[in-house]
């Protein structure tokens, strides 16, 4: 999928409205921390994040929240299609693994349904369930820019 096929699929992204993401916004510390204790207990978070790179994780996880916050308030598709392969590059470049954004994602998913009220979370899931859909092809892009494939 090309870039300009994934803002044509972020487009139809149903509109959450206000009070979801002012739910999130208020909410977005306590998931980020809760994403980070799922991401520390995971067996495997050494090699998908990297060495020495825990402290960087964390904060990971807090500006995905802000950055989240911010993108429902005044949603745009063009920004988080062009942000998250950024984020995959950059973060990539430090050391971390592919399977840890599809690891992220499925447990951003669980503490979202933990977190949020009811009806905040119908309407921000779909767009996490959107990332989780699409992160592969994410990471093939980024697969592309840092391995030429």
Do not use: C
């Amino acid at each position: 999928m090309t870039s300009r096929e994934l803002l044509e699929s972020a487009m139809k992204l149903p509109e959450v409205s206000a009070e979801a993401a002012s739910a999130y916004a208020r909410l977005g510390e306590a998931m980020a921390a809760a994403v980070s204790a799922r991401m520390l207990a995971h067996g495997d978070i050494q090699n998908m994040a990297g060495p020495n790179n825990l402290g960087m994780m964390l904060e990971t996880h807090r500006g995905h929240a802000r950055f989240m916050a911010a993108l429902l308030s005044d949603f745009d598709p063009k920004v988080l299609v062009r942000t998250v392969p950024w984020v995959l590059d950059t973060y990539r470049a430090h050391g971390f693994q592919a399977r840890y954004w599809v690891v992220q994602v499925e447990f951003w998913l669980v503490v979202l349904g933990e977190h949020l009220p009811g009806e905040a979370h119908m309407e921000i899931a779909p767009l996490y369930r959107w990332l989780r859909a699409h992160i592969q092809e994410f990471i093939d892009m980024s697969d592309r820019k840092l391995y030429g494939n």
